[in-house]
């Protein structure tokens, strides 16, 4: 049961690099989330996905950039990495809008 | 304005015991959705229940169960007979169905730690 699949599980980066952090899901989820989760808080979105070819801002899609070219994967790219960005990034899906949200396990980042 | 609010930094329970973790909301929007997760020191956010604003009865599930208060605007999840994996953090969240939002709303989260 692989579910959704986040990776690399970590990652340091120098400021200025650029990275995609990958997610995969094998559940035929329509809607994809990203979210960051900075320490001692809950998680913010940062983009979203109602399917294929279609992606939205979240709250917080400053510095990201996403593509959704099929059903499976959603990458977050990242063109600059600026030290604010240190946080770590979960990946979920679900079936449909108003069902739960199934997570990855993760992708810790830091920008040094 | 905060969506989500869990007022309860850190809580302890003894094993065997029952728990509850507060979380109240704020939304003018009729239809939502209540959830809470789980998230032990491993990272892994974890779903447990979940609770819609037009449910008649409160949600469960196993040892778990959301007490929906919907005029108080609050959304506990009781935990029955802790047991020592339950120590985690736990987190309420909110889907507003408001203007096509799609987006959960988390609280900062509790730290819930079960005492043998």
């Known amino acids: 049961n692989a579910g959704v699949t986040q990776t690399p599980k970590f990652r340091i980066l120098k400021i200025g690099q650029s990275m995609t952090l990958q997610c995969a899901q094998d559940?035929?989820?329509?809607?994809m989330y990203w979210y960051r989760q900075d320490p001692g808080m809950g998680l913010k979105l940062i983009y979203y996905?109602?399917?294929?070819?279609?992606?939205d801002k979240g709250e917080v899609p400053n510095g990201y950039n996403v593509s959704r070219s099929t059903t499976e994967d959603f990458p977050l790219r990242l063109e600059l990495a600026a030290p604010s960005q240190t946080s770590v990034y979960f990946c979920?899906?679900?079936?449909?809008?108003?069902?739960?949200?199934?997570f990855g396990d993760g992708t810790r980042l830091s920008i040094l | 304005a905060q969506k989500i609010t869990q007022t309860q930094p850190g809580m302890f329970v003894q094993e065997k015991e029952a728990v509850t973790l507060d979380c109240t909301y704020d939304?003018?929007?009729?239809?939502?959705?209540l959830f809470w997760y789980k998230q032990p020191s491993s990272g892994e956010m974890i779903f447990l229940i979940y609770?819609?604003?037009?449910?008649?009865q409160n949600a469960t599930e196993g040892r778990y169960s959301l007490n929906f208060q919907k005029a108080r605007k609050s959304a506990n999840l009781v935990i029955s007979a802790s047991q020592l994996g339950d120590s985690a953090m736990y987190f309420c969240?909110?889907?507003?169905?408001?203007?096509?939002?799609?987006?959960?709303?988390f609280g900062k989260g509790t730290k819930l730690s079960v005492i043998p």
């Open positions: 979920a899906s679900s079936y449909l809008s108003n069902q739960p949200q199934h």
């Open positions: 559940m035929n989820h329509n809607y």
């Open positions: 996905s109602v399917g294929a070819g279609i992606t």
């Open positions: 939304t003018s929007d009729p239809s939502y959705g």
């Open positions: 609770q819609g604003s037009y449910d008649q």
């Open positions: 969240a909110m889907r507003d169905d408001g203007a096509g939002s799609y987006q959960l709303t």
